[in-house]
């Protein structure tokens, strides 16, 4: 019986990079080895780290080298895909034009494949998880912001400028009275979303809140410092009132974008994940019934909405993905 090939994936992040060994059919033969990113040492450390991670991983997994096909690499941008360049990202200073593609490659004389690490995970979900069975699907993170991921039967949309499928900064509001982004802008989605604008939305709430007397705001008044959104969404799954305010335009605010994403590309499944998913059902359909709403009639009926389902694993097992891209395709 011919040997299942095996890729490695590393998912390289602004604190952490894991990386593990994943099958031809997207299983990890262990968990992932996580090590420091430590960007702040500078990028030859950060270049040497990689290399590291990754024969940890082969290690891990009982393998040598040559058991390896090819190795897939995720990093935040601002990144030149097609260059196989981090530029500089501002999770990742001071490192400046990385060649990380070519120092992996010349590393293990193994084909490297070099990915945006939302899009990556996109295609860790499109693989192996929450769109399996799908040809098309569109991937909404939520996290400190808001980052996204388009695919097209096998192909990921990287764009002319490495940022296709940047669903954060899509505007959902009007670019002058619009809420202030991180990215310089007004009305971005991300200013409305991410977990980060969540607890700053309830704040504001709160202010102005006239309803039921709210637990929320008596947990916020004694534990500011912890207030957070996954607080936030705990309180709204308990029924509080104000909670669920802040929640449910959480959910309008991500249909809004997501009925946008439905117009331009028409993807058979919208995936949503991160630490808010972890709400629940009861978040998803939420979700689901502001997209029915606001998506173009045709392409919105049979459009799925689901969370994802690989968790933190799918930036890595995206990756490897992407290194399997490199020799064959997803069925
Ligand atoms: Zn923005």
Redesign the pocket.
């Known amino acids: 019986m011919a040997q299942q090939a095996k890729f490695v994936g590393l998912d390289v992040g602004g604190t952490t990079m894991k990386s593990a060994v994943v099958t031809d059919d997207g299983r990890p033969l262990s968990a992932p080895v996580v090590m420091d990113t430590n960007p702040e040492r500078g990028q030859d450390e950060g270049l040497e780290t990689m290399c590291e991670t990754i024969r940890r991983a082969v290690a891990a997994a009982n393998l040598t080298m040559n058991d390896v096909a090819a190795i897939g690499v995720a990093t935040p941008g601002l990144m030149d895909i097609k260059a196989g360049l981090i530029l500089d990202p501002p999770n990742l200073k001071p490192w400046k034009n990385v060649p990380v593609r070519e120092h992996v490659a010349r590393c293990f004389g193994k084909p490297t494949a070099y990915q945006n690490d939302a899009n990556a995970a996109a295609y860790g979900e499109f693989w192996v998880g929450a769109a399996s069975e799908a040809k098309s699907m569109v991937l909404f993170t939520l996290g400190t912001g808001v980052g996204g991921g388009i695919i097209i039967d096998d192909a990921i949309i990287e764009g002319e400028h490495s940022h296709g499928g940047e669903l954060?900064?899509m505007r959902i509001a009007m670019p002058d009275t619009g809420r202030q982004?991180?990215?310089?802008?007004r009305g971005?989605l991300?200013?409305y979303a991410s977990a980060t604008n969540v607890v700053r939305r309830a704040r504001e709430d709160m202010a102005h809140w006239r309803g039921a007397p709210s637990k929320l705001r008596d947990y916020y008044t004694a534990n500011d410092d912890e207030f957070t959104a996954k607080v936030i969404f705990r309180h709204a799954a308990e029924g509080d009132e104000l909670a669920l305010k802040v929640v449910d335009d959480t959910a309008y605010y991500l249909a809004l974008g997501a009925s946008a994403v439905i117009a331009t590309v028409d993807p058979e499944v919208i995936v949503f994940g991160g630490g808010m998913v972890a709400a629940g059902e009861w978040f998803r359909s939420k979700i689901d019934v502001y997209v029915k709403r606001f998506g173009l009639p045709f392409p919105t009926r049979s459009v799925k909405i689901a969370f994802a389902s690989l968790g933190s694993d799918a930036g890595f097992i995206g990756a490897a993905g992407c290194a399997r891209l490199l020799v064959q395709k997803k069925a």
């Open positions: 954060g900064h982004c991180g990215c310089g802008a971005c991300e200013a």
